[in-house]
């Protein structure tokens, strides 16, 4: 029998999708984007299943070099951990992303989270490790991926119990006299307010930048504030850059595909939450980041990423289709990818 992976596409083994109540069917409808989970999935040969979250139930295989699959009793694969990174794709109810910038959406049954250090080939026999997993399996606070798209066009604000709009509709930048989006809004303009970076370096927001993030911006607002990377205040140390270029060859994780000088064509490796670059003018250096979604309801790789084009985050189709297949522009200027 084939092993059962919740959110698996395609294939003569197709996964038939359970739904259970017609009101809890659709959650949210914000500004375009469409999240719809499902209580569960059934193999083509068996009855409605859950993942289970019993940690004493956990088989940890390494499935490849630096790559470990967690199946629970039901021999159900429940998580995918990668050597040297704390990015973990785990099983989940189904959902999909879709948003008004193109016709394409992303059905997914993996969530993606942040483990509380960075995997290695002994971790299974560490207390932490199958005490955070069945946690994990069992929260639904948003994920990377949600997160992510809760800075697109038309998102409602979201406001802490201090009055700090910490999501919504993000810009990507002012625009310039030459009609230019200007660049260089870091997760702390658009929260408008100084930070202070663990190395003791204070920054503070620039004018006009509130409600602002550029690429690597965005990077860090969905993976640093949102969700507890360590932050540098420039492209140096542990922690997540600033700049694209240097999250590309110095981040943290497990480089995935090296820059070669061409765009990688085999993408079989990567799973959402990965982090993607492209270089997007004439300088070989990296200049643009994204965050990976998955394969999209017309079998391409879709990505989510803030560009001046469509004046912040999107997973959409403005000044070039946000997908890795094809003779598209970012699709040509795709170069690597990196887990964290």
Same mark, same amino acid.
């Given at each position: #029998? ?152 038309? +998102? ?47 920054? +503070? ?15 860090? #607002? ?24 240097? #999250?590309? !060859? ?28 492209? +270089? ?20 391409? !790789? ?12 999107? #997973? ?25």
């Amino acid at each position: #029998m084939k092993r059962r992976v919740p959110g698996e596409r395609g294939g003569s083994h197709a996964i038939g999708i359970i739904v259970v109540g017609v009101l809890g069917v659709v959650v949210g409808l914000v500004a375009g984007v469409l999240l719809v989970p499902f209580s569960g999935f059934a193999g083509d040969d068996d009855a409605a299943a859950l993942p289970s979250a019993d940690p004493a139930g956990f088989v940890f295989e390494r499935i490849g070099p630096g790559v470990t699959e967690v199946r629970d009793q039901q021999d159900i694969t429940v998580a995918t951990l990668t050597e040297g990174a704390r990015t973990v794709t785990l099983a989940g109810p189904l959902r999909v992303f879709a948003e008004s910038g193109t016709r394409a959406s992303v059905e997914t049954g993996q969530w993606v989270r942040l483990a509380p250090q960075p995997w290695h080939a002994s971790a299974q026999d560490e207390t932490w490790a199958r005490t955070w997993l069945s946690h994990a399996l069992a929260e639904r606070s948003p994920d990377i991926l949600e997160i992510a798209t809760q800075y697109v066009q038309g +998102t409602p604000d979201q406001v802490d119990a201090d009055g700090l709009r910490f999501a919504g509709d993000a810009a990507f930048g002012p625009e310039l006299d030459n009609g230019k989006r200007q660049i260089g809004a870091d997760f702390y303009d658009f929260l408008d307010r100084p930070w202070s970076f663990g190395d003791g370096t204070e920054k +503070t927001p620039s004018a006009g930048q509130a409600g602002a993030l550029d690429c690597s911006g965005f990077l860090r #607002m969905v993976y640093g504030y949102r969700s507890g990377l360590p932050l540098l205040a420039g492209d140096t140390g542990e922690g997540l850059p600033r700049r694209a270029d240097s #999250m590309a !060859h110095d981040g943290p994780g497990t480089l995935l595909l090296e820059d070669e000088g061409s765009r990688p064509l085999d993408l079989a490796n990567l799973k959402p939450g990965d982090l993607l670059f492209f +270089t997007t003018d004439d300088e070989p250096d990296i200049d643009h980041s994204a965050i990976y979604l998955g394969l999209d309801s017309d079998d391409r !790789h879709r990505f989510i990423s803030s560009r001046a084009g469509a004046n912040g985050p999107t #997973m959409g189709d403005f000044g070039g289709a946000s997908v890795l297949d094809g003779d598209g522009f970012f699709a040509e200027r795709f170069r690597m990818a990196r887990r964290v």
